[in-house]
C-alpha cells in the first residue's frame, strides 16, 4: 500500500554499529565505496525531478486548482468524478512532456551506461514522470507507475500512450486555474480501452493512495535492495511506504547508502553518507563536457569519473 505518513523509521531496524558513527560527506571516501560495489541502487524521489519543473505537489505546493492534489489520486476520487481526475493527470502528462532530464537524471544514466557491463546498477524511482527513462536509464523499476500508461478499468490492460492530448475532450483541458471547480467532460468522452468487445474506461496506470503496489515490482525492488552494496537516496523525502522502509532496511543490514537532498529527511541518520544540495549540483557528470552544461563546469560530485 502506498502511504504517505512518517513512520517509526529508526526504531524498525537493529542499527549497525558503523550507524554510531555521525554522517560523513567525504565524497572521496565515498566514491572509492561505490568504485568497489558489484550491485549499485538509485533509489529516487520527487527532489530529483523537481529540479526539472515537475510539480511536487507537497506543502504550500500540494494544490491542483482548489484540490488537494492527494485527494484526486485516489480510487474513490475516480470513482466519483473521473473527469476531474482525468483533467489533473491531463495537466501532468502534458507538463512532464514539456519538462527535460536534469544533470541528475543525465549523471545516472551515463553512470549505468559506463559502469553496466561489470556492475549491476538499477533506479528504483517513486517518480512517474518518465524522465529517467528520456535520460537514458535502461535498468528501471518505477514503483508507483506511469504517467504515460493507462490501465483498463474493465479488461485491466496496460498500454503506453503518449499521445498529446490522450484524447480530444481532453485538449486545452486541466489548467490549474483556482477560478475552476469541478469538471464537465462527458465520461463517454474520457480515453476508453480500444480492444474490440472492451470500451472500459481507461485509468492512469498510476499506484493511488490506498492502493497496493504490483506485487512483482515491490518483489523485484525488494530483491534489488536486498542485493545492493551501495544504495544512492536521491531526492526522496523517505516518508513515502513501502519505498521509505528500503534505504534504511539496507544500512542496517550492512549496506552503504548515501543520501543527496536538499535538507535531512527522518531516515537521514540511518545513512553512511549525508550531501546536501540540489541533486543536479551534489552529483552530475562532466565527462563528456556537452555543451548543455559548459565546457569547463566542474560539479561536486562527478559520477562517471568514478
Request: positive net charge.
Amino acid at each position: 500500500m502506498c502511504i504517505s505518513l512518517l513512520g517509526p523509521i529508526r526504531g524498525q531496524f537493529t542499527v549497525s554499529k558503523i550507524m554510531a558513527v555521525r554522517q560523513s560527506s567525504d565524497i572521496a571516501k565515498f566514491k572509492e565505496a561505490l568504485k568497489s560495489a558489484k550491485n549499485v541502487v538509485f533509489l529516487s524521489g520527487a527532489g530529483i525531478s523537481a529540479e526539472s519543473g515537475i510539480p511536487t505537489f507537497r506543502g504550500a505546493g500540494g494544490y491542483w486548482r482548489k484540490y488537494q492534489a492527494s485527494s484526486l489520486a485516489t480510487p474513490e476520487a475516480f470513482r466519483n468524478n473521473p473527469s476531474l481526475v482525468w483533467e489533473f493527470y491531463h495537466y501532468r502528462r502534458e507538463v512532464a512532456a514539456k519538462a527535460q532530464p536534469n544533470r541528475g537524471h543525465i549523471a545516472i544514466a551515463e553512470y549505468e551506461a559506463k559502469y553496466g557491463t561489470n556492475k549491476s546498477i538499477t533506479v528504483i524511482t517513486q517518480n512517474v514522470d518518465n524522465l529517467h527513462a528520456h535520460a537514458g536509464t535502461k535498468n528501471l523499476i518505477e514503483l508507483h507507475g506511469n504517467l504515460y500508461k493507462t490501465r483498463c478499468t474493465k479488461c485491466r490492460e496496460v498500454l503506453v500512450n503518449t499521445d498529446s492530448p490522450i484524447c480530444e475532450a481532453l485538449a486545452n483541458k486541466g489548467a490549474p486555474d483556482v477560478d475552476v471547480v469541478g469538471s464537465n467532460i462527458p465520461i463517454k468522452s474520457l480515453p476508453h480501452c480500444k480492444k474490440p468487445n472492451c470500451n472500459g474506461l481507461l485509468r492512469p496506470h498510476i499506484v493511488w493512495f490506498g492502493e497496493s503496489l504490483e506485487h512483482e515490482v515491490l518483489e523485484k525492488a525488494g530483491e534489488v535492495m536486498e542485493n545492493c552494496d551501495v544504495c544512492l537516496v536521491v531526492g526522496t523525502s523517505s516518508v513515502v511506504y513501502p519505498a521509505a522502509m528500503f534505504a534504511p532496511q539496507a544500512a542496517a543490514r550492512g549496506a552503504i547508502v548515501a543520501e543527496f537532498n536538499l535538507e535531512p529527511t527522518p531516515a537521514t541518520p540511518d545513512f553512511h553518507y549525508y550531501f546536501e544540495g540540489p541533486c543536479g549540483t551534489t552529483f552530475t557528470t562532466t565527462s563528456r563536457r556537452e555543451h548543455l552544461y559548459g565546457k569547463h563546469a566542474y560539479w561536486h560530485f562527478q559520477l562517471s569519473h568514478i
